[in-house]
């Protein structure tokens, strides 16, 4: 049984590590913040400067469904404002402020591999627990 105070703790995580995604797009470029971090969730896209609507919304389905067949993590997308975007979900209890810098590195392979080149993601990176996978060899 968990007490009010250890589930507090856990929701007080999430939304902190919402707030490191953010903090950690801002930091490259190209990144477009959508909605910031809020209550554990943060909504964002690729947005580099020279491309059409259509192309931004291709491209950020594109990282979503890479890395999320990667099995490395799940980056859904969803629609805000007339945009594709991003959207990260940062609740699970595990997950570390490094697992998410790392999302962020695979997320930014995943972008450079979409806009014209070929270059796979980089999967070297760890990544946001699917059922701890990463963390136990797998």
């Not at 805000?80 to 962020?104: A, F, S, Y």
Request: some cysteine; charged content about 20%; hydrophobic content about 40%.
């Amino acid at each position: 049984v968990m007490g009010s105070e250890a589930m507090s703790a856990m929701i007080d995580h999430g939304y902190e590590l919402a707030e490191t995604a953010e903090e950690t797009l801002h930091s490259l470029p190209d990144w477009e913040i959508v909605s910031p971090a809020a209550q554990a969730v943060i909504n964002f896209r690729y947005a580099p400067a020279g491309m059409s609507g259509r192309a931004l919304d291709e491209l950020n389905q594109r990282i979503s469904r890479e890395i999320c067949a990667s099995g490395f993590a799940q980056v859904l997308t969803t629609e805000l404002n007339g945009k594709k975007v991003l959207r990260m979900c940062t609740i699970h209890p595990e997950t570390t402020g490094q697992d998410i810098r790392d999302t962020v590195a695979r997320l930014t392979g995943a972008r450079a591999a979409g806009k014209g080149g070929n270059a796979p993601i980089p999967y070297d990176c760890c990544f946001i627990p699917v059922a701890n996978a990463h963390r136990s060899g797998k």
